[in-house]
């Protein structure tokens, strides 16, 4: 059993948690993520690793509410546990593999949207204990929704935070702080790395294509089962075929067919949430009459 020994809500269905895992703890790296599994018969959720204690040997994970599992999940408190916590999963950042006399010349471009903050960080987090400085672009719907914020601002070398209604600091999308800072502050990035939702992830590349900056996008939204046998994450990037969970979850952003991606997606989205309504419901979740089909 892996034991939570902190969990706090970020923002609305949004939550954090402390797990303790040592043997992970010990050996994973930016970029990687675990399978929690809250019981014998539970779903494997795989969520991207948000930060980790070495020497605590405590793993940290933030979530977003959007199933029947994340929901339970969400319930659980400070003393709960895990039945299952696997990891270290899937291949680390891409800048771990670079000479870090080479990545201190670099200047690195992170752009997070909504719950994508949570892997930018430890990236992030990862360069500022290295002497690297990175500029991070961190974007919301409205203000209530920001997370990370302040630990944001502890590691990066220049934080900008956009929310689509204007609620704080600027109004619009991400993108639109990534054309400011180059188009009009004379900004220049040898490589941007992108996380969060994946139309956002899609714009971002489409925009840093234009503007000549390799891009690198983390492709953990689709990830379903984390060991690449449901095929959830079953996308093409170039010419191949690749899996998110296994070969990922990091990809060439200008490489990865992002229409193919979100069909796919969608394609859960319908079991989740007629299982979503199901907890919720109850008894009188029968039949079909709230209008999602029933259980068939």
């Known amino acids: 059993m892996y034991k939570i020994l902190k969990a706090r809500k970020l923002a609305e269905k ?25 019981d014998e018969k539970g779903e494997r959720i795989p969520l991207t690793i948000c930060d980790y204690n070495r020497e605590e040997g405590t793993i940290t994970i933030v979530f977003q509410v959007v199933g029947a599992s994340t929901e339970k999940m969400a319930a659980l408190q400070e003393g709960d546990a895990f039945r299952d916590f ?15 006399e080479v990545l201190k010349n670099k200047k690195m471009l ?24 990175a500029d991070v672009v961190m974007g919301a719907k409205t203000k209530d929704l920001l997370i990370l914020e302040e630990e944001m601002k502890a590691v990066a070398g220049n934080l900008y ?8 600091e600027r109004k619009g999308m991400v993108t639109d702080v990534v054309k400011d800072l180059v188009n009009n502050q004379g900004k220049k ?38 060991t690449g046998m449901c095929g959830a994450c ?16 990091e990809f060439d952003g200008h490489l990865v067919n992002f229409d193919e ?36």
């Not at 992170?110 to 400085?133: D, N, R």
């Not at 079953?234 to 979850?249: L, Q, S, Y």
């Not at 079991?271 to 079909?288: F, P, S, V």
């Open 261 to 296: 991606a979100m069909k796919r997606q969608q394609m859960y989205k319908t079991e989740e949430g007629r299982a979503i309504l199901k907890l919720q419901e109850g008894d009188t979740h029968k039949n079909g009459g709230c209008g999602c089909g029933g259980d068939k």
């Open 234 to 249: 079953r996308v093409t990037v170039g010419n191949e075929v690749k899996f998110a969970c296994v070969d990922g979850p």
């Open 189 to 226: 990035y040898d490589v941007c790395v992108a996380i969060g939702p994946m139309i956002m992830m899609k714009f971002v590349a489409l925009l840093t294509k234009e503007l000549g900056i390799p891009t690198i996008v983390s492709l953990n939204p689709i990830m379903v089962d984390g």
């Open 86 to 100: 696997t990891g270290p999963l899937g291949v680390p950042s891409e800048f771990l593999k670079e000479e870090l």
């Open 161 to 168: 935070v956009t929310t689509d209604d204007g609620s704080y």
């Open 14 to 38: 949004i939550f954090l948690m402390d797990v303790e895992a040592k043997r992970i703890a010990k050996s994973c790296q930016p970029g990687q993520f675990i399978i929690a599994k809250m």
């Open 110 to 133: 992170f752009v997070a949207g909504g719950v994508g903050t949570a892997p930018v960080y430890p990236q992030v987090k990862w360069l500022h204990e290295h002497g690297i400085a």
